[in-house]
T-cell receptor
Framework: NAGVTQTPKFRVLKTGQSMTLLCAQD?????MYWYRQDPGMGLRLIHY???????AKGEVPDGYNVSRLKKQNFLLGLESAAPSQTSVYFC???????????FGPGTRLTVL | KQEVTQIPAALSVPEGENLVLNCSFT??????LQWFRQDPGKGLTSLLL?????REQTSGRLNASLDKSSGRSTLYIAASQPGDSATYLC????????FGTGTRLQVFP
C-alpha cells in the first residue's frame, strides 16, 4: 500500500515549456486534489476531482489543466510554464465518507 | 472568505517542555479541522482530525481542541522531543480545505 505517490519529484523547466505531473493513489479514494505551496502563502487549491471523469477549479486554477481518466490517477498539466509557477506541488486524496486528506510527497518545480 | 491564521510562526523550545500551537479561523461554519505535520522537503502527514461536533481529539502525546464558536483550535504537545521538530499546519474544511501558513517548531536537546 503505497498511499499517494507523485511523479516526478523534481523538475526544472524553461519558460514556455509544458509538462504533466502525475499523482497516483492506491486507496480507492473518490476525491483527489492538487495544491501548490509557496513561502508565506500556505497551501492553495489548484484543481480537484470528486470522481473519475470529473474535475473542478479551486482557488488558483489559471495556467493549469487537469484530467482524471482513471480513478486512481490525477494529472496536472502546465501548457506554457511561467516563472510564477515555480512552487512545490502536492497531490492529496480522500475517501467519499470521511474528510481526512492524505498527501503525496510533493513535486518541486522550478521555471526559469 | 475563510481565513486561517497560526500563531506563532516559529517556536523554539528545550526538550521536555509541554507546548501549545494556536490556530484561528474567521468563519465558524466548518465541517472539520485537521492538524498536519510537515518535515522539511516532505509532504504532509495527518496528525489529528476533529469533526465540527467534537471538542477534542487525542493521539499519543498530541491533543487537539476545537472551539467553533470562538474560531479557535489548539494543538497541545506533551513532553516535546527533538523528533517533534517540524512545521505544523492546521486546515479547516468548509467547502474546501483552507490552510494556515504553519508554525515552525524546533525542539532542541
Amino acid at each position: 500500500n503505497a498511499g499517494v505517490t507523485q511523479t516526478p519529484k523534481f523538475r526544472v523547466l524553461k519558460t514556455g515549456q509544458s509538462m504533466t505531473l502525475l499523482c497516483a493513489q492506491d486507496m480507492n479514494h473518490e476525491y483527489m486534489y492538487w495544491y501548490r505551496q509557496d513561502p508565506g502563502m500556505g497551501l492553495r487549491l489548484i484543481h480537484y476531482s470528486v470522481g473519475e471523469g470529473t474535475t473542478a477549479k479551486g482557488e488558483v486554477p489559471d495556467g493549469y489543466n487537469v484530467s482524471r481518466l482513471k480513478k486512481q490517477n490525477f494529472l496536472l498539466g502546465l501548457e506554457s510554464a511561467a516563472p510564477s509557477q515555480t512552487s512545490v506541488y502536492f497531490c492529496a486524496s480522500r475517501p467519499l465518507v470521511t474528510h481526512e486528506q492524505f498527501f503525496g510527497p510533493g513535486t518541486r518545480l522550478t521555471v526559469l | 472568505k475563510q481565513e486561517v491564521t497560526q500563531i506563532p510562526a516559529a517556536l523554539s523550545v528545550p526538550e521536555g517542555e509541554n507546548l501549545v500551537l494556536n490556530c484561528s479561523f474567521t468563519d465558524s461554519a466548518i465541517y472539520n479541522l485537521q492538524w498536519f505535520r510537515q518535515d522539511p522537503g516532505k509532504g504532509l502527514t495527518s496528525l489529528l482530525l476533529i469533526q465540527s461536533s467534537q471538542r477534542e481529539q487525542t493521539s499519543g502525546r498530541l491533543n487537539a481542541s476545537l472551539d467553533k464558536s470562538s474560531g479557535r483550535s489548539t494543538l497541545y504537545i506533551a513532553a516535546s522531543q527533538p523528533g517533534d521538530s517540524a512545521t505544523y499546519l492546521c486546515a479547516v474544511l468548509d467547502d474546501k480545505l483552507i490552510f494556515g501558513t504553519g508554525t515552525r517548531l524546533q525542539v532542541f536537546p
